[in-house]
């Protein structure tokens, strides 16, 4: 049998090979880029605080909108992705991350900071949904790995300009860190945007080791399964644990009164709470590649079941053991390692589950829990006040993972196994000659 070859040689599986790692590669650089408009952001309050006076709940107010905008907005985006494709969402997206940042280092009341995070935080939900949405496509057969590397880039990409961030800001203020590093952060994502594509029928095929639909669902057909629900709780659940320990962390080492111990490292010696947040970018971007990859071979489900045990038991832990700082700082370190990789596992899940034509879409109304949980936060806050102990926060958190990690094992995977043999099941009548099509009786 004669097989083609390009100019270089290379066959067309090595072609595909070739493009669907150069896609990968791109997607990486973008969420990199995106980074900073979220990790970045404390380095600024301090400093926009010392100039205008006020307070850091009205300042951080900002913060929360960038998240809401960022995760509800994104089913919209899901459509766009879907019609025209990464290229232009992503080139947009860049545009508007360098705007948000260029506006804030403009803005001279709290209105404008608030319209410069709604902006960042479209600019920053096409890129991250639509990187995602490419590297599901692109990767069949490694999609945990392929999602957990790019969703890594962004858990992890901010750590490659903390501390220039924090230099310029220390020599030239916060107005010209923003400028500066919003104009080339909006610049690096819309140039490599043009460099992205979607697969064309027949260049990617289905995984033979992770069961994966045939059938592409629509938005609406997705919404009509228990499958996606049940996601939905579990995504909302584990979410919402990570974000309240991760949130409150510096409040509970202050209170565990650990946040100001020395950590000697040999080579230089750091405050435990600051060598923790260091921990969460670290362990963030490491755990979406590493479960990814885990879930490429063991399942979906079983890889949920390990990390959601692993900071439910992390957090529990946590509470008895926090006052001894180094029992902290590994405890939270493990809490963080298992946390990250909800971005990667439920993005590979639906992929699975319900097809890539619409996933933009699908994913997008999943990643919403993200909104949710931000908006829940502050009951952290709450529980602590009214029983005076961080351990009922840190316990609730626990159980939340616990719930989600039992649900993986006992609801959703044969839940799972169920709608891949529907699935199965209907292709398989589907291409039977049609005076043959008998549909099975429901249940």
């Not at 599986?13 to 791109?26: F, G, K, P, S, Y």
């Not at 755990?287 to 692993?310: Q, Y």
Request: hydrophobic share 50%; net charge positive; with cysteine.
């Amino acid at each position: 049998m004669y097989t083609s070859v390009d100019q270089q040689g290379r066959t067309p599986a090595e072609q595909a090979d070739r493009t669907r790692w150069i896609q990968l590669i791109v997607g990486v650089i973008c969420m990199v880029a995106t980074a900073n408009i979220q990790y970045a952001w404390t380095l600024f309050v301090p400093e926009i605080q010392a100039t205008y006076g006020w307070t850091r709940a009205s300042i951080q107010a900002a913060f929360t909108i960038f998240v809401v905008v960022q995760t509800w907005l994104t089913p919209i985006e899901g459509y766009f992705i879907d019609k025209y494709g990464p290229r232009v969402m992503v080139a947009i997206g860049g545009v508007l991350t360098g705007l948000a940042w260029v506006i804030n280092s403009y803005a001279t009341d709290l209105t404008g900071f608030y319209i410069g995070a709604a902006i960042g935080g479209m600019g920053v939900g096409c890129v991250y949904s639509t990187c995602i949405n490419n590297a599901l496509k692109w990767f069949p057969h490694r999609r945990g790995l392929a999602v957990g590397l790019t969703a890594g880039g962004y858990g992890a990409g901010s750590a490659l300009t903390i501390l220039p961030i924090a230099a310029v800001i220390a020599s030239s203020g916060y107005q010209s860190a923003f400028f500066y590093f919003g104009a080339v952060q909006g610049i690096v994502i819309f140039a490599v945007a043009w460099f992205l594509r979607s697969p064309q029928k027949g260049e990617v095929n289905y995984s033979t080791k992770v069961a994966q639909s045939r059938r592409d669902y629509t938005l609406s057909e997705a919404l009509r399964t228990p499958v996606f629900w049940t996601m939905l709780l579990m995504f909302t659940l584990t979410v919402t644990g990570g974000l309240m320990a991760v949130a409150q962390l510096g409040l509970i080492a202050h209170d565990l009164g650990v946040k100001e111990f020395p950590v000697n490292l040999y080579f230089f010696t750091m405050a435990a709470l600051p060598f923790a947040l260091m921990l969460d970018r670290v362990m963030n971007g490491l755990s979406r590649p590493l479960f990814g990859w885990i879930s490429d071979h063991i399942g979906r489900e079983k890889t949920m079941f390990i990390a959601f045990t692993m900071e439910g038991c992390g957090i529990v832990a946590l509470g008895y053991f926090g006052h001894n700082p180094y029992a902290f700082l590994i405890l939270s370190g493990v809490v963080f390692l298992a946390w990250g990789e909800v971005y990667s596992l439920f993005s590979a899940t639906a992929g699975d589950a319900f097809g890539t034509k619409h996933v933009g879409k699908i994913y997008g109304v999943l990643y919403c829990a993200k909104g949710f949980a931000a908006l829940l936060v502050p009951v952290g806050n709450l529980l602590m006040e009214a029983t005076g102990t961080w351990s009922t926060v840190l316990y609730t958190v626990a159980a939340m993972d616990l719930i989600s990690a039992t649900c993986a094992l006992v609801v959703l995977r044969p839940m799972l196994a169920k709608h891949h043999a529907r699935n199965a099941e209907e292709m398989r009548i589907a291409d039977l000659p049609q005076n043959q099509q008998v549909r099975p009786a429901t249940t």
